[in-house]
């Protein structure tokens, strides 16, 4: 099953615009969750995190929103920059060492 | 800066080879990962290893093995490699510390014939 849901494979945005990758969770117990971004060839990097204790975390042109209840985060990038362009991947974890890795969303940001 | 290195950007194997992936990282941390990555799937967890000679299965185990001798040193080893295995493999490593990232390697993509 998968417990971390990525719904869009793919989004579109204008430079300069605001880019909203959105990912989903199943498990009640995650308590801590990434943002990483891959560029192709390349292994993926860590872009943001937040902890389940906020609902908020902001960093430069990043942030990242989490819902509990409705166990939803998003990724907000403003303004969009044409370097942005990058497959996004959701990240969640529990007590341990272990990731769990959504299905990861292709951004294009056209100049 | 965390490196993490792989041996090999590019192999392509026979079907029915052994087939080897090493990754070494240069941070003396104590976990390390092996991930498949396939489009439409995202990072599937293979094994992870937290110390030396210890590992864990992660979801997806079934046609691979794992070593762990030294602390930077962690090998994937496929058996006997299959057309489904034709994937791009990731390594991964990071400290115990709980909230600590994940540094990854830049793959290998393996291709089985």
């Known amino acids: 099953d998968q417990q971390v849901k990525q719904n869009s494979p793919s989004l579109s945005v204008q430079e300069g615009r605001i880019s909203i990758l959105n990912c989903d969770y199943t498990?009640?117990?995650?308590?801590?969750f990434l943002w990483y971004k891959k560029y192709p060839a390349e292994g993926p990097t860590f872009l943001i995190s937040?902890?389940?204790?906020?609902d908020k975390n902001e960093d430069g042109r990043f942030t990242v929103f989490l819902n509990k209840s409705a166990k939803h985060l998003s990724l907000h990038i403003v303004p969009s920059q044409p370097g942005d362009s990058a497959v996004y991947f959701c990240?969640?974890?529990?007590?341990?060492?272990?990731?769990?890795f959504g299905e990861g969303t292709q951004l294009t940001v056209n100049p | 800066d965390v490196k993490v290195t792989q041996s090999s950007r590019y192999l392509v194997k026979r079907t029915g080879e052994k087939v080897f992936l090493e990754c070494v990282q240069d941070?003396?941390?104590?976990?390390m990962f092996w991930y498949r990555q396939d489009p439409g799937l995202g990072l599937r967890l293979i094994y992870f290893?937290?110390?030396?000679?210890?590992?864990e299965k992660g979801d997806i185990p079934e046609g691979y093995s794992v070593s762990r001798e030294k602390k930077e040193r962690f090998s994937l080893i496929l058996e006997s490699a299959s057309t489904n295995q034709t994937s791009m493999y990731l390594c991964?490593?990071?400290?115990?510390?709980?909230?600590?990232?994940?540094?990854f390697g830049p793959g290998t993509r393996l291709t089985v014939l």
């Open positions: 990240a969640a974890k529990t007590s341990g060492s272990r990731l769990t």
């Open positions: 498990n009640s117990m995650f308590d801590y």
């Open positions: 937040i902890s389940s204790i906020k």
């Open positions: 941070m003396d941390h104590e976990n």
């Open positions: 290893s937290y110390d030396v000679k210890m590992k």
């Open positions: 991964a490593s990071n400290r115990l510390a709980r909230t600590d990232t994940q540094y």
